[in-house]
């Protein structure tokens, strides 16, 4: 008999218990026997190299046992990522790198060694300031994701010049540092020949692929464990410094080894997002419809590693544009090198864009809703394929119901209330529902239950029970039926939580081995084998073609906010999202990942900024004292909904990605909220009372 369906309901946390309790082991928390701690030293200058390293003081303190350097430390391979090309040479190429490791018997020893190491550097002239007009600004080939780093239709500047209404809009942003609750952390140990690795990471299989090059392994050599993460947006999405030093100093040693990257050591190690200058320029119609639309992004890198943050990407996808522009430029400077971060290109690049579409709407006079629905293309514009699924003009006016849209004075700077000024702001949301090849495979016991296994990372998300789920179903049992094995390169390999591709990725890949099993089951007519049965299944067919559909997931975003004419001081009163992401799995961990998003949002929107010490060379907020994130008082109304979507054209269940649209229109939503509240537009983030109080009537 079958079960129930599992998907669609909101099943609780597989391992809210474990979590709660403090039984989930983290990476830090695997201390083998004999296990020794490691404390990097960092370059204290933005660029030179290193000419001298005194390490006497510091292998003279108890329990030091070895101090690494480039002139001692394991050689290692090329990686391909240089940010992993640690103690290989005396270069420095920014403040941060690290030039050195102390292993001892302690943490607090490890650290005492460390400042008792005295390094020499032979000093270069450092550049670590973008600017608009900076000489090195050079267009890269692509962006990330392969995107073209250019892309042109139309004519542009014709059809701008002879628009009826033109917004030419400039906003910048300072970087930001992505500071997930768990710091990155690495345990390793070599067995016989093996590596071994705890480590916190969004995806072990990177990691193992990282290792096996640098230290010229097989495959079969390293095991890579990513059990239990506290988080990441981004930042660990690839392999960081850390888990190669523990596994350089566990060879050299031969004794495990343990790193925790210090908080205030994130910000130069383990990548931020970049930050940004961006222009967006709009020609319409008096009517509001859009005839040229231009986003330029002027961004930077390091100059060991070239990042390009994908920003003007979703001007080639959200509106009518028959003549457009979309161009990122780089800048390669002596800073660390920027990464992923939360939904990268889309949050940014959705800023810019959806500021200047509320300046269209101001100088149209159109409701910035009903601009929005004006300019609905019928195909994705860059592509001209179809949409498997475009629900944002729903979700703009099924949210605008909600957030009471329709009671709103459209003049900017009237609603007030003493010293505050109150105001409403929408902006839309978009991110493309990826799939990567997957593998998996599930297991029928005698006693009528069933074991998954594919190498998913759970990151907080919920990946575990929503697994658990879409298994149940394929399988027509009951939730309680099906045990998930996750985080290890020993399971079926897969791919890494990131790209809000996770779920679609390895379900797509569970069900189709769960079907297959459930399928050879029903051809059993007595009792399973003492072995029971196993399938394995993997989805490289059904990802090797480019899809014919543009899929993506859409969103809508309202926010009212008030600000302080007195202290230029901005708080939000309420956040409402609306969003159209296929079917969704598990309504109680969907919400959580709607509004985490918004939360983040929201600090991008009015605290989250990190600036560059010019004559330093080094980030100024580099822990959570300085950089500022939200807390629960931040938040005092938060809402998310969604529209239910069939969409046919996506995997098996029918879900597109919801782990980053959350934040992708938060932040103008709010500045665009800001505006109506004041009367000014303030276009550069973050939104504090410095920037906003001498604009302020």
């Given at each position: 008999?079958?079960?129930?369906?599992?998907?669609?309901?909101?099943?609780?946390?597989?391992?809210?218990?474990?979590?709660?309790?403090?039984?989930?082991?983290?990476?830090?928390?695997?201390?083998?026997?004999?296990?020794?701690?490691?404390?990097?030293?960092?370059?204290?200058?933005?660029?030179?190299?290193?000419?001298?390293?005194?390490?006497?003081?510091?292998?003279?303190?108890?329990?030091?046992?070895?101090?690494?350097?480039?002139?001692?430390?394991?050689?290692?391979?090329?990686?391909?990522?240089?940010?992993?090309?640690?103690?290989q040479d005396a270069e420095v190429p920014h403040r941060g790198w690290y030039v050195a490791l102390v292993v001892a018997e302690t943490l607090h020893e490890a650290r005492a060694a460390a400042d008792a190491v005295r390094i020499e550097y032979d000093i270069d002239e450092h550049d670590?300031?973008?600017?608009?007009?900076?000489?090195?600004?050079?267009?890269?080939?692509?962006?990330?994701?392969?995107?073209?780093?250019?892309?042109?239709?139309?004519?542009?500047?014709?059809?701008?010049?002879?628009?009826?209404?033109?917004?030419?809009?400039?906003?910048?942003?300072?970087?930001?540092?992505?500071?997930?609750?768990?710091?990155?952390?690495?345990?390793?140990?070599?067995?016989?020949?093996?590596?071994?690795?705890?480590?916190?990471?969004?995806?072990?299989?990177a990691v193992r692929e990282a290792l096996t090059r640098l230290f010229g392994l097989e495959r079969q050599q390293v095991t890579v464990v990513s059990d239990h993460v506290g988080g990441g947006f981004g930042c660990k999405g690839t392999p960081r410094p850390h888990v190669v030093l523990a596994a350089m100093a566990a060879r050299h040693t031969g004794r495990p080894v343990k790193i925790s990257v210090p908080r205030r050591e994130m910000a130069?190690?383990?990548?931020?997002?970049?930050?940004?200058?961006?222009?967006?320029?709009?020609?319409?119609?008096?009517?509001?419809?859009?005839?040229?639309?231009?986003?330029?992004?002027?961004?930077?890198?390091?100059?060991?590693?070239e990042f390009v943050e994908q920003a003007a990407v979703p001007a080639r996808v959200m509106y009518t544009s028959p003549n457009s522009r979309t161009v990122h430029r780089l800048a390669a400077l002596d800073v660390p090198t920027p990464s992923w971060m939360r939904a990268p290109g889309e949050t940014p690049g959705m800023y810019a864009l959806e500021s200047a579409m509320d300046e269209l709407a101001v100088a149209t006079g159109v409701d910035p809703v009903e601009l929005r629905l004006r300019n609905e293309p019928d195909a994705e514009p860059d592509s001209g394929r179809p949409f498997s699924s475009r629900n944002l003009a729903r979700c703009l006016r099924e949210g605008a119901r909600r957030?009471?849209?329709?009671?709103?004075?459209?003049?900017?700077?009237?609603?007030?209330?003493?010293?505050?000024?109150?105001?409403?702001?929408?902006?839309?949301?978009?991110?493309?529902?990826?799939?990567?090849?997957?593998?998996?495979?599930?297991?029928?016991?005698?006693?009528?239950?069933?074991?998954?296994?594919?190498?998913?990372?759970?990151?907080?998300?919920?990946?575990?029970?929503?697994?658990?789920?879409?298994?149940?179903?394929?399988?027509?049992?009951?939730?309680?039926?099906?045990?998930?094995?996750?985080?290890?390169?020993?399971?079926?390999?897969?791919?890494?939580?990131?790209?809000?591709?996770?779920?679609?990725?390895?379900?797509?890949?569970v069900h189709k081995a769960c079907s297959e099993l459930a399928a050879r089951l029903a051809?059993?007519?007595?009792?399973?084998?003492?072995?029971?049965?196993?399938?394995?299944?993997?989805?490289?067919?059904?990802?090797?073609?480019?899809?014919?559909?543009?899929?993506?997931a859409f969103g809508a975003h309202f926010a009212e906010v008030q600000a302080d004419t007195v202290t230029g001081e901005v708080r939000v009163r309420r956040l409402l999202g609306m969003y159209a992401a296929g079917r969704i799995l598990n309504p109680r961990t969907a919400r959580s990942q709607f509004i985490g998003g918004m939360t983040m949002g929201l600090g991008m929107a009015l605290m989250e900024g990190s600036t560059m010490d010019a004559a330093f060379g080094d980030f100024a907020e580099c822990d959570l004292a300085s950089y500022h994130v939200p807390v629960c008082a931040d938040v005092p109304e938060i809402e998310a909904h969604w529209i239910s979507e069939d969409d046919r054209h996506l995997n098996p269940m029918g879900s597109k990605g919801i782990g980053e649209i959350g934040i992708v229109g938060t932040a103008a939503a709010i500045a665009n909220a800001v505006h109506h509240a004041v009367g000014v537009r303030v276009r550069d983030l973050p939104l504090t009372p410095d920037r906003l109080l001498p604009r302020l009537p």
């Open positions: 008999m079958t079960s129930a369906p599992a998907s669609g309901t909101p099943a609780v946390r597989r391992e809210a218990r474990a979590k709660v309790t403090g039984t989930a082991r983290y990476a830090a928390d695997h201390t083998p026997r004999g296990c020794a701690h490691g404390w990097p030293v960092r370059a204290t200058v933005a660029r030179g190299r290193v000419t001298a390293i005194d390490t006497a003081a510091a292998t003279a303190l108890p329990g030091v046992i070895a101090v690494l350097t480039h002139e001692n430390a394991p050689r290692v391979h090329q990686p391909d990522d240089a940010t992993l090309a640690l103690l670590v300031r973008l600017t608009a007009d900076h000489p090195g600004i050079y267009t890269p080939e692509k962006a990330n994701g392969g995107y073209p780093a250019v892309r042109e239709r139309g004519d542009f500047d014709a059809a701008f010049a002879a628009a009826a209404v033109r917004v030419d809009a400039a906003c910048t942003m300072t970087a930001q540092h992505n500071h997930p609750m768990e710091p990155h952390a690495s345990t390793a140990r070599w067995e016989d020949g093996r590596l071994v690795v705890h480590d916190s990471s969004q995806g072990s299989n130069t190690v383990v990548g931020h997002r970049a930050p940004m200058l961006q222009r967006v320029r709009l020609g319409a119609g008096s009517d509001g419809v859009i005839g040229a639309l231009a986003h330029e992004v002027i961004t930077q890198s390091s100059r060991i590693k957030f009471g849209w329709q009671q709103r004075d459209p003049r900017p700077g009237v609603r007030r209330e003493g010293n505050l000024l109150v105001g409403s702001g929408v902006a839309s949301a978009m991110y493309p529902a990826l799939i990567v090849a997957s593998t998996a495979s599930a297991h029928a016991d005698r006693d009528g239950t069933f074991l998954v296994r594919t190498n998913a990372t759970d990151i907080g998300t919920g990946a575990r029970t929503v697994l658990a789920q879409i298994a149940a179903d394929a399988l027509g049992v009951s939730l309680d039926a099906v045990r998930i094995d996750i985080g290890s390169t020993d399971l079926p390999a897969a791919p890494l939580a990131g790209g809000s591709a996770g779920t679609a990725s390895w379900g797509s890949a051809g059993f007519a007595g009792e399973l084998p003492p072995e029971g049965v196993t399938v394995t299944a993997d989805t490289e067919a059904e990802t090797r073609e480019e899809p014919p559909f543009a899929r993506y």
